[in-house]
T-cell receptor, first 116, second 112 residues
Framework: DTGVSQDPRHKITKRGQNVTFRCDPI?????LYWYRQTLGQGPEFLTY????????KSRLLSDRFSAERPKGSFSTLEIQRTEQGDSAMYLC??????????????FGDGTRLSIL | EDQVTQSPEALRLQEGESSSLNCSYT??????LFWYRQDPGKGPEFLFT???AGEEKEKERLKATLTKKESFLHITAPKPEDSATYLC?????????????FGRGTSLIVHP
């Protein structure tokens, strides 16, 4: 399978704990995106990388959220001191980069986070 | 503020009953409009990209069209397996970055 993979698929944790999610993009894709999706809503953009550079992070929901892509391959999204409102599906997507920025994104099946 | 609005929120069709989904947008610096299909518990699956007004794309029973302010996803003679949520997204250029904005989606159910 050469699609986008996310791990874990499900995460249940207690409020106040830190969680980290991993995303492995399609190997030839140099752009990687993170989204949050809640029930009945479309994906909400959080941040994206071009190779290892994080080009947009103003949409991260708070300073408890951070993302890395250390070698331009896989990426991690960390949420510190989780809150009830963080319960959601976290989606990762990857795409080819282009000067026009208009390449389609290919999504993983997400990590569902539940905060007890 | 850039916005993407999809209508209707939900649509029930009988098998073979053609219809259209709408995506209207108010954005500046549009770099492309995308349609995705999302099944429950899965990530969105790419369907089409439209880049300029007047453009059309087709795939099986689906046809996407684009004007300067909206896009339509036409479904011809749908089958039960077309049941899913259909998402519209725009990619906007903003200060050298590219910000994707999704609509809330249209939940389509096709009854046999």
């Amino acid at each position: 399978d050469t699609g986008v993979s996310q791990d874990p698929r499900h995460k249940i944790t207690k409020r106040g704990q830190n969680v980290t999610f991993r995303c492995d993009p399609i190997s030839e894709h140099n752009r990687l995106y993170w989204y949050r999706q809640t029930l009945g809503q479309g994906p909400e953009f959080l941040t994206y990388f071009q190779n290892e550079a994080q080009l947009e992070k103003s949409r991260l929901l708070s300073d408890r959220f951070s993302a890395e892509r250390p070698k331009g391959s896989f990426s991690t999204l960390e949420i510190q001191r989780t809150e009830q409102g963080d319960s959601a599906m976290y989606l990762c997507a990857s795409s080819l980069g282009s000067r026009a920025g208009n390449q389609p994104q290919h999504f993983g099946d997400g990590t569902r986070l539940s905060i007890l | 503020e850039d916005q993407v609005t999809q209508s209707p929120e939900a649509l029930r069709l009988q098998e073979g009953e053609s219809s259209s989904l709408n995506c209207s947008y108010t954005v500046s610096g549009l770099r492309g409009l995308f349609w995705y299909r999302q099944d429950p518990g899965k990530g969105p699956e790419f369907l089409f990209t439209l880049y300029s007004a007047g453009e059309e794309k087709e795939k099986e029973r689906l046809k996407a069209t684009l004007t300067k302010k909206e896009s339509f996803l036409h479904i011809t003679a749908p089958k039960p397996e077309d049941s899913a949520t259909y998402l519209c997204a725009v990619q906007v250029s903003s200060g050298g970055s590219y910000i994707p904005t999704f609509g809330r989606g249209t939940s389509l159910i096709v009854h046999p």
